[in-house]
Nanobody, 121 residues
Framework: QVQLVESGGGLVQPGGSLRLSCAAS????????MGWYRQAPGKQRELVAA???????NYADSVKGRFTISRDDAKNTVYLQMNSLKPEDTDVYYC???????????????WGQGTQVTVAS
């Protein structure tokens, strides 16, 4: 079974920074893409940033220039560097992995448990 373990959330002041980490564990051969989503109470989950196995990235317009997504394939880990944080960035952030190939073959997309990011004074 593949699991995604997230870390790095917390409380920061506006203008501050956080780095979220998401590590995938299990008998994983490869992951096609990993990304970060966020979901506020009563709102739909939305894509924040994603990165493919080739290094292509995609960002929500609201975070372009402030957030950077990266991955370390050797560790099956994806990172989200969050700079110049704003109160509207406050949300629960969820890690996602798609196109996962393990020793049995292709497996279902996997979600992390969510980590809280709060931006406030």
């Amino acid at each position: 079974q593949v699991q995604l373990v997230e870390s790095g959330g917390g409380l920061v002041q506006p203008g501050g920074s956080l780095r979220l980490s998401c590590a995938a564990s299990g008998s994983i051969f490869s992951i096609s893409a990993m990304g970060w989503y966020r979901q506020a109470p009563g709102k739909q989950r939305e894509l924040v940033a994603a990165i493919s196995s080739t290094g292509s990235t995609n960002y929500a317009d609201s975070v372009k220039g402030r957030f950077t997504i990266s991955r370390d394939d050797a560790k099956n880990t994806v990172y989200l560097q969050m700079n110049s944080l704003k109160p509207e960035d406050t949300d629960v952030y969820y890690c996602n992995a798609a196109g996962i190939l393990d020793h049995t073959g292709w497996i279902d997309d996997t979600w992390g448990q969510g980590t809280q990011v709060t931006v406030a004074s």
